[in-house]
C-alpha cells in the first residue's frame, strides 16, 4: 500500500470519525430539547387545562402514582436515558460486527432524528390545544 493510500485511509476515517462524534452529540441534543418540549407542554396542558389527559397508559399511570409534575419529568428523563442507552449500545454492537462507523451514524442520525421529529410533533400538538383552551377562556 503506498504512502498517498494510507493518508487518504486516514483522512477518510477521521472525517467519519467527525461524523460519528457529531451525530452523537446533535442527535441526543436535539432528542433531550424535542423531549423538553413535549415534557413541558404535556405538564402544563395537565395542570392547567381542564379536561385534558394524557393519552399513553403507560405514562399515565406513571403520572397518577408520583404527580403529575414528578411523574412527567421522571418519565420523559427515562425514555431520553433509556433510548440513549439503547442506540449506543446498538451503535457499539453494530460497529463491532460491520466495522463501518458509517453505520453507526445512520443509526444515530435515523434513532435520535425519527425520535426528536415524534416528540417535537407531540410537544406541537399539545401546544395547540394550550392555545384553543386559552383563547377560548380569553373570548368568554
Do not use: H
Not at 12 to 34: A, E
Not at 62 to 67: D, R
Not at 103 to 116: D, E, K, Q
Amino acid at each position: 500500500m503506498s504512502q498517498r493510500s494510507r493518508n487518504y485511509r486516514r483522512i477518510r476515517f477521521r472525517s467519519v470519525d467527525r461524523r460519528n462524534r457529531t451525530f452523537l452529540v446533535s442527535g441526543l441534543t436535539l432528542l433531550v430539547v424535542s423531549k423538553i418540549a413535549d415534557v413541558v407542554t404535556t405538564a402544563v396542558g395537565l395542570l392547567f387545562i381542564p379536561g385534558i389527559t394524557e393519552l399513553n397508559p403507560i405514562a399515565q399511570s406513571v403520572f397518577q402514582s408520583m404527580g403529575t409534575v414528578v411523574g412527567v419529568v421522571v418519565f420523559g428523563f427515562t425514555v431520553v436515558f433509556c433510548t440513549a442507552t439503547v442506540v449506543e449500545l446498538g451503535g457499539c454492537e453494530l460497529y463491532r460486527q460491520t466495522g463501518s462507523e458509517a453505520a453507526t451514524v445512520c443509526l444515530r442520525f435515523g434513532a435520535y432524528g425519527t425520535l426528536s421529529m415524534i416528540y417535537s410533533y407531540a410537544a406541537y400538538q399539545n401546544a395547540v390545544l394550550i392555545a384553543d383552551n386559552v383563547s377560548i377562556w380569553l373570548l368568554l
